[in-house]
């Protein structure tokens, strides 16, 4: 393998000394608006994406057939958890960023319904990132297989995140080709529903019958017959347990707490047969019977594991600075910086139970405007109190470390963008959320097709972020 290629002393005329040379990793929703902002404040960028098309999760990948199904691969080979049938679990006037909403559109394939399908959604970022001219920046069919500081940098202390570059080491998939660049910086979009989250269950190793995760479910029709045992009432399990139900024997749903079933979930396994709940599982026999806690037990063909999904980077060396622990990436400030290696390393993408994309536009943002200069950073000690602090503060709310990055209030969101002036959410965009969320939880069947928030949604499309001129953009489909 040749020397690494110093992206950084290379010659360019139109980047300034504080324009910086940045790889981003993954071309998914965090990631293209990150590029965007980075380019927007004048860094050089390069954009790695292992597929060979933008979306990351929302590029649908139907040959599961090459990934392990219980997803214990260190590199997944299927990056997407798309499932064929999947449809938005919110109205698409929420979903948008700021300046490039997510408008219904006429035409051969299109799906104009409020609450589309997945592919809808793909389109939207393809179109996203043809209007905003990032496709010239990414590498695709390109995997980041090694992300590590750059010797002869002695020590990470105090400030010197401001001066690491990093060795970024990528393998062109199409043959095998692998190149080493170095970078100024490091942002990482990778996505965060890609590596399964398992439970550890007595027999879980033993058990010969069909085990996998719901990251390599796409369609129901390999259950037909069967009697299937799903793990964990999650929204997708929720999903997939009604279209199981048209084809499975039986669907028998484990679930650790029955107590926080949602109305809807309780109205749909009531009114079919085939569904049922059960406890949490004791265990799992060799001849195929599954214990539950209450002594119960079926005799199951196949286990679905609808459980979650848990942070990776398999390619990222930190030398121990940055940790994965009970799926709490840090340490970061404010879910995007790890104090003794910023700016030079940041997150994307990493919040959960948030309006996405605005939120990940205000990153971009914040990350790009840091390394230009325009914006400053604490010290490295005082974001570390300040990480130590939120620790603490959500232990005291009960909140289990494993939810350490699930936002849920509007407010953070509003002071989040306050930090460079990005616009807060508009109110209609947060009513909508709600209205939205209240009605899946109550009417799980239908709420993608009936709402009555018709004020809001006039509203909605009589506001600035609708109104705006974004012209015509042609894309293949």
């Keep these: 393998m040749d020397q690494p290629r110093n992206l950084t002393t290379e010659p360019e005329s139109t980047i300034l000394s504080s324009k910086k040379t940045v790889c981003v990793i993954g071309a998914g929703p965090s990631g293209l608006v990150a ?83 997945h592919r809808e959604l793909w389109l939207y970022l393809k179109e996203f990132s043809v209007h905003f001219g990032i496709r010239e920046l990414i590498r695709f069919n390109t995997r980041v297989e090694y992300v590590g500081m750059l010797e002869g940098n002695n020590g990470v202390c105090g400030d010197l995140g401001n001066d690491l570059k990093w060795v970024v080491r990528s393998r062109k998939l ?166 003794l290696l910023a700016p030079s390393l940041s997150f994307v993408g990493i919040p959960r139970k948030i309006i996405a994309f605005p939120f990940f536009e205000s990153q971009g943002k914040w990350v790009a405007q840091v390394l230009s200069g325009k914006r400053k950073l604490p010290s490295p000690d005082d974001m570390m109190r300040s990480v130590q602090e939120f620790y603490r503060q959500r232990e005291a709310d009960g909140i289990p470390r494993h939810e350490t990055h699930d936002i849920i209030q509007f407010e953070y969101a509003d002071k989040y963008a306050d930090k460079t002036g990005f616009p807060h959410l508009e109110e209609w965009r947060k009513k909508m959320c709600l209205v939205a969320l209240d009605n899946s939880d109550v009417h799980l069947e239908t709420y993608r097709d009936s709402w009555d928030d018709e004020e809001l949604l006039q509203e909605a499309l009589q506001s600035p972020h609708f109104t705006q001129h974004i012209g015509p953009i042609m894309i293949s489909t």
């Design 35 to 117: 590029a965007r902002e980075l380019r927007k404040e004048g860094h050089r960028v390069v954009l790695f994406e292992q597929k060979h098309d933008v979306g990351g999760q929302w590029l649908f990948d139907p040959d599961v057939e090459k990934e392990d199904p219980l997803g214990r691969t260190k590199f997944m080979e299927v990056h997407s958890s798309i499932y064929n049938s999947l449809r938005l679990l919110s109205p698409r006037e929420i979903m948008g960023y700021t300046d490039f909403p997510f408008l219904m559109k006429e035409g051969l394939g299109r799906d104009t319904r409020r609450f589309p399908g």
């Design 174 to 339: 199409e043959n095998g080709e692998v190149v080493e660049e170095v970078f100024d910086a490091v942002v990482v979009g990778n996505g965060q529903y890609s590596y399964p989250q398992l439970p550890s269950i007595k027999g879980m190793k033993t058990w010969k019958r069909k085990q996998m995760h719901s990251h390599v479910y796409r369609v129901p029709q390999p259950f037909q017959n069967q009697v299937v045992v799903m793990v964990g009432n999650s929204l997708s399990a929720q999903d997939i347990s009604m279209e199981l139900a048209g084809v499975a024997k039986e669907v028998h749903i484990s679930s650790r707490s029955q107590k926080n079933l949602m109305e809807g979930f309780s109205k749909v396994i009531s009114k079919h047969e085939k569904l049922h709940l059960r406890p949490q599982i004791e265990s799992l026999e060799e001849d195929g019977r599954v214990l539950f806690v209450d002594g119960s037990f079926v005799v199951a063909d196949a286990i679905l594991y609808c459980t979650g999904y848990k942070y990776s980077f398999p390619f990222l060396d930190t030398k121990g600075l940055v940790t994965v622990d009970d799926n709490r990436v840090g340490p970061l400030y404010h879910h995007t910086f790890p104090p």
